[in-house]
Structure formats: C-alpha cells, structure tokens
C-alpha cells in the first residue's frame, strides 16, 4: 500500500460546479498537509496548508483534515475553466531543526473544467 | 520576491552521459529540496539540503547526488544516465523551519 492514494482522474466538470477532490494515507505520523495545483509543463503552485486536523478556508478553496480517518479534502466551489490542472495532494510528517522534511505526494487528479 | 528558478529548463542527453541540473532558491530561503516527476511515479523525493548540508534522502541509487553552495543555490548531478532518468526534476525551497515548499518550473530531462 502506498503511502499517499489519490484517484488520478481524469475528472471533468461544468463551470460553477462544487469540485470535491481527495487523498487518503497510511502514516499516521503525517501531520502538515499540503495541496498543490500544476498546470501541464509548469512546477506545483502551492494552494493550501493545513497542520492537524481541521478546516481551512482560501477564498473559493477549502481544505479538510479529519487524521482519525486518515483523508484530507480540497473543495472549489463556483469552479472555473481556470481552474484546470492536475492536483496533487503532499504530507509530511513535520520539521525539525530547521529542516522542512521531505513530502510525500499522491500522484495528482487530473480536473477539467468545461465553460 | 523572485521565485525559484531553475536551469536549463531542457535537457537532452544519451545513456551513460551524465548531467549537473541548477536551482536558484528564494531570496532568504535556506531549504532546498529536489523531486522527480514522471507519469508513473509521481513527486518522488530527491534530497534535501539546508545549509550547505544534506539533512535528508530519498530512496534513489547513488547516481543521484547534490549539493548546496554557501549562497543556499543548489546542484543536482545524475552519473551513467539511464533511460529511466528521463523525467521533470523539480527543486523546492523553503525558509528554514518552515514547511511549506515552492517549487521552481523543472528540467525536463530526456535521455537517449
């Protein structure tokens, strides 16, 4: 089992919709998760930031921890065709002196907005 | 502030050549890390520096190697490349202590 599983997509919306994606993880040592967005030939953007459990809210992007569970979220609500990238969730299990840690990335959904 | 920038941006090589990639990190952030990126594999993790030492590594043969100059600028050097070496590496940096990473744009490296 890998540590990270994302569903890689591809999935495909009309613009407006509310987009739910999803991770689920193994370690339970994971405690910063991380969501970022790429579009095609470019490096991940990163979105959001969550440590722990919790919500967290960006304007139309909401992230969601629940650890019990071991499944992270990211909502976009009023989708735009700008919006279409590949997402890719990344955890880590913390820093310490002053070293980020490595992430661990789930291999992306692919999201297609149609206007 | 400018962003991570990373060069050369392509690259074309043959088996067995090897190759020394660059990154450029924010101004003021001492973390680098480096990740491959390929369809099969996704983000996997290279290495990390923070101050000119190597504070972690990923699960990559020693081919794999890196260091960080005392301007926090970074060098990734793969040896005897293989075909399976062609992918997008990304560099990554980070104020340190802190966890979230940006990433540069990538080398995109072919091998041949």
């Known amino acids: 089992q890998k540590e990270v599983e994302q569903d890689p997509g591809p999935l495909s919306v009309p613009e407006g919709a509310i987009v739910s994606l999803n991770c689920t993880y193994s370690?339970?040592?994971?405690?910063?998760f991380m969501w970022y967005r790429q579009y095609s030939r470019k490096g991940p953007e990163l979105l959001m930031y969550t440590y722990s459990s919790g919500n967290k809210e960006d304007g139309r992007f909401t992230a969601q921890v629940d650890k019990s569970s071991k499944y992270i979220s990211l909502f976009i609500r009023d989708s735009q065709p700008s919006d279409s990238a590949t997402y890719l969730c990344?955890?880590?299990?913390?820093?310490?002196?002053?070293?980020?840690?490595?992430?661990?990335f789930g291999k992306g959904t692919k999201l297609s907005v149609k206007p | 502030k400018a962003g991570v920038t990373q060069t050369p941006r392509y690259l074309i090589k043959t088996r067995g050549q090897q190759v020394t990639l660059s990154c450029s990190p924010i101004s003021g952030h001492r973390s680098v890390s480096w990740y491959q990126q390929t369809p099969g594999q996704g983000l996997q993790f290279l290495f990390e520096y923070f101050s000119e030492t190597q504070r972690n590594k990923g699960n990559f043969p020693g081919r794999f190697s890196g260091r960080q100059f005392s301007n926090s600028r970074s060098e990734m050097n793969v040896s005897t490349l293989e075909l399976g070496d062609s992918a997008l590496y990304l560099c990554?940096?980070?104020?340190?202590?802190?966890?979230?990473?940006?990433f540069g744009p990538g080398t995109r490296l072919t091998v041949t």
């Open positions: 990344a955890m880590s299990a913390g820093n310490y002196g002053g070293s980020q840690g490595n992430l661990i």
């Open positions: 990554a940096s980070s104020e340190g202590g802190q966890i979230e990473q940006y």
């Open positions: 370690n339970s040592a994971f405690q910063y």
